[in-house]
Protein backbone atom coordinates (compact mmCIF):
# COMPACT_ATOMS: atom_id res chain seq x y z
CA UNK A 1 0.00 0.00 0.00
CA UNK A 2 2.85 2.50 0.62
CA UNK A 3 4.57 2.37 -2.57
CA UNK A 4 1.56 2.42 -4.22
CA UNK A 5 0.33 5.46 -1.95
CA UNK A 6 3.79 7.31 -2.74
CA UNK A 7 3.98 7.08 -6.37
CA UNK A 8 0.25 8.18 -6.93
CA UNK A 9 1.16 11.20 -4.70
CA UNK A 10 4.27 11.79 -6.25
CA UNK A 11 2.33 12.19 -9.92
CA UNK A 12 -0.46 14.59 -8.46
CA UNK A 13 1.36 16.88 -5.79
CA UNK A 14 4.02 19.04 -5.84
CA UNK A 15 5.61 17.35 -3.24
CA UNK A 16 4.34 15.54 0.27
CA UNK A 17 5.66 12.91 3.18
CA UNK A 18 4.07 9.86 4.86
CA UNK A 19 4.10 8.53 7.76
CA UNK A 20 3.39 4.90 9.02
CA UNK A 21 2.05 4.38 12.67
CA UNK A 22 1.60 0.60 13.81
CA UNK A 23 0.73 0.06 17.27
CA UNK A 24 0.49 -3.70 19.44
CA UNK A 25 -0.82 -3.99 22.85
CA UNK A 26 -0.71 -7.61 24.67
CA UNK A 27 -3.62 -7.16 27.62
CA UNK A 28 -3.35 -10.15 30.20
CA UNK A 29 -5.91 -10.77 32.83
CA UNK A 30 -4.93 -12.73 36.15
CA UNK A 31 -7.38 -14.25 38.51
CA UNK A 32 -6.13 -16.27 41.55
CA UNK A 33 -5.18 -18.66 39.46
CA UNK A 34 -3.11 -17.34 37.65
CA UNK A 35 -3.65 -16.27 33.62
CA UNK A 36 -7.13 -15.68 32.89
CA UNK A 37 -6.47 -14.28 29.57
CA UNK A 38 -4.03 -13.20 26.87
CA UNK A 39 -5.49 -10.66 23.95
CA UNK A 40 -3.34 -9.21 21.63
CA UNK A 41 -4.41 -6.03 19.57
CA UNK A 42 -2.85 -4.32 16.75
CA UNK A 43 -3.87 -1.18 14.82
CA UNK A 44 -2.06 0.43 11.70
CA UNK A 45 -2.64 3.87 10.75
CA UNK A 46 -1.16 5.93 7.81
CA UNK A 47 -0.92 9.70 7.34
CA UNK A 48 -0.52 12.21 4.42
CA UNK A 49 0.76 15.33 4.09
CA UNK A 50 0.84 17.53 0.03
CA UNK A 51 1.34 20.32 -1.42
CA UNK A 52 -0.90 21.20 -3.94
CA UNK A 53 -0.75 24.33 -5.76
CA UNK A 54 1.19 25.69 -2.79
CA UNK A 55 -1.49 24.93 -0.30
CA UNK A 56 -1.12 22.21 2.30
CA UNK A 57 -3.54 19.52 3.06
CA UNK A 58 -3.37 16.21 5.12
CA UNK A 59 -5.10 13.26 5.73
CA UNK A 60 -5.37 10.20 7.48
CA UNK A 61 -6.57 6.37 7.72
CA UNK A 62 -6.66 3.19 9.40
CA UNK A 63 -8.16 1.62 6.01
CA UNK A 64 -6.36 -0.03 3.01
CA UNK A 65 -7.74 1.90 0.34
CA UNK A 66 -4.83 4.32 -0.52
CA UNK A 67 -6.85 5.81 -3.21
CA UNK A 68 -9.40 6.95 -1.01
CA UNK A 69 -6.72 8.83 1.65
CA UNK A 70 -4.85 10.70 -1.37
CA UNK A 71 -7.90 11.92 -2.22
CA UNK A 72 -9.00 12.94 1.07
CA UNK A 73 -5.52 14.65 1.41
CA UNK A 74 -5.75 16.26 -1.94
CA UNK A 75 -9.40 17.57 -1.35
CA UNK A 76 -7.85 19.37 1.92
CA UNK A 77 -4.89 21.21 -0.62
CA UNK A 78 -7.76 22.91 -1.95
CA UNK A 79 -9.36 24.17 1.11
CA UNK A 80 -5.78 24.55 3.27
CA UNK A 81 -3.50 26.97 4.12
CA UNK A 82 -0.46 28.38 1.93
CA UNK A 83 2.70 25.67 2.61
CA UNK A 84 4.94 27.62 5.00
CA UNK A 85 7.39 24.62 4.92
CA UNK A 86 9.60 22.94 2.56
CA UNK A 87 10.00 19.23 2.90
CA UNK A 88 13.08 17.39 2.20
CA UNK A 89 13.93 15.68 -0.95
CA UNK A 90 14.16 12.05 -0.75
CA UNK A 91 17.39 10.53 1.00
CA UNK A 92 18.90 7.15 0.71
CA UNK A 93 19.53 5.73 4.51
CA UNK A 94 23.03 5.36 5.25
CA UNK A 95 24.79 2.10 6.25
CA UNK A 96 24.18 0.59 9.72
CA UNK A 97 27.07 -0.79 11.41
CA UNK A 98 26.53 -3.56 13.69
CA UNK A 99 27.96 -6.75 14.97
CA UNK A 100 24.28 -8.50 13.76
CA UNK A 101 23.72 -8.81 9.79
CA UNK A 102 20.07 -8.93 10.70
CA UNK A 103 19.68 -6.07 13.05
CA UNK A 104 21.22 -3.74 9.94
CA UNK A 105 18.62 -5.58 7.54
Known sequence: MIGRLLERARRRAETGDLALKTDETLALRFDAGGLARAELSSTRGVNLRVVVGGRAGSAGSTGDDPEALLEAALASARLGE?????????????????????AAA
Open 82 to 102: PAGFVLPGVARPGSVVTHYPR
